[in-house]
């Protein structure tokens, strides 16, 4: 099914993030997971892109085996780091013929040193332009609501995701944010900027406070300073860092649906439990 058709069913879409993992034996406890998560009934779940070659062979198997094998809809996370246009399209085409009609197109990230071919794609919206004249797919993108870590100020980085949408995005994710009042400020931006396609909040549940500090530094994203001092009062604790990390994204995602956020995309980072959680919580309301 393509992704853009499930907004159109006035419940909020609920979508679950996963990597490749890099061993058959993590292979085979993923697609447990996800067998596990299918009992809840997500509406989708999406495999990332890595910068090496072998997982990207893993993200295609992976989407095309979630899909095929479990009968849940899987999207692909497509980028256009270290890949020409013609080896693009060899994934492509790969992902059509196993019957994938989704996919997140993304900018990517250079690893340092990163000599990009001559002719690959610098930005979202070129892959977005290529992938539009020839294949069918439903095509997602990437939004930032604390502005993206490269651009040189929120407006540019708006007018770019504009670029973006016009090239034919149907949705947009966002990144991972710990306060609901950046994401709102930055629909609202968006909205007067024209954009009009779901802006799917991204929310990843804190499971442990080093991963917290990490995937912060890492996204940009802001700490609140309540959350920052709960983690700090539990940090000796995993468990009780995670009760505090799924209480904390529980609440963010029920304010973001109350407030009208189309649905909610999980940061799994591959450790379902605490997204499970938070999922069970909310339909359960
Ligand atoms: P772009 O849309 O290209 O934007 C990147 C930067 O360039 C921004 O600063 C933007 O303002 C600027 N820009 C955009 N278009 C232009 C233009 N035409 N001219 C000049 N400047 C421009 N990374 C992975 O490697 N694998 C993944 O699977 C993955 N999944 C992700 C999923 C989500 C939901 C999100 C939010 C991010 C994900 N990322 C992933 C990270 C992403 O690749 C990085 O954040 C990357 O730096 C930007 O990707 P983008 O698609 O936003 O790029």
């Known amino acids: 099914m ?5 907004f159109d069913r006035g419940r909020p879409v609920f ?12 292979y085979d406890s993923l697609f447990r997971t ?3 998560l299918k009992r809840l009934d997500p509406d989708y779940v999406s495999v990332t892109w890595g910068a090496g ?27 256009c780091v270290g890949s020409t246009p013609d080896e693009l399209a060899a994934t492509l085409d790969r992902l059509a013929r196993g019957g994938i009609r989704n996919v997140l197109a993304l900018g990517g990230d250079a690893p340092p040193g990163y000599a990009p071919p001559p002719d690959a794609f610098r930005h979202a919206n070129e892959l977005v332009d290529f992938v539009r004249g020839r294949w069918d797919f439903c095509l997602g ?4 609501p604390e502005t993206h870590k490269d651009a040189p100020s929120p407006e540019e980085d708006l007018r770019n995701l504009v670029r973006k949408v016009d090239a034919g995005v149907e949705f947009l994710i966002t990144q ?5 009042r950046d994401y709102f400020a930055f629909v609202e931006r968006a909205r007067s900027a024209g954009i009009r396609v779901p802006i799917v909040p991204g929310v990843m549940p804190v499971i442990s406070a080093a991963n917290a500090r990490r995937m912060a530094a890492l996204s940009g994203a802001r700490i609140p300073e309540e959350l920052s001092v709960r983690l700090a009062e539990v ?9 505090v990390g799924v209480e904390w994204a529980t609440r963010q995602c ?12 999980f940061y799994t980072l591959n450790k379902s439990p605490a997204s499970q959680r938070i999922f069970e919580r909310l339909i359960a309301a």
């Open 15 to 26: 979508s679950f993030e996963f990597f490749p993992p890099k061993t058959e034996k993590g």
């Open 141 to 144: 993108g990437a939004c930032y």
């Open 2 to 6: 393509r992704i853009s058709e499930l």
């Open 254 to 265: 029920r304010e973001l649906l109350d407030r009208g956020a189309p649905g909610i995309h």
């Open 34 to 36: 996800v067998a596990e």
């Open 176 to 180: 991972l944010f710990f306060d609901d």
């Open 53 to 79: 070659g072998s997982t990207r062979r893993k993200t295609v198997e992976l989407v095309i085996d979630i899909q095929r094998q479990l009968g849940v809809t899987a999207m692909a996370h497509l980028s």
């Open 235 to 243: 940090e000796h604790d995993d468990a009780l860092v995670g009760d």
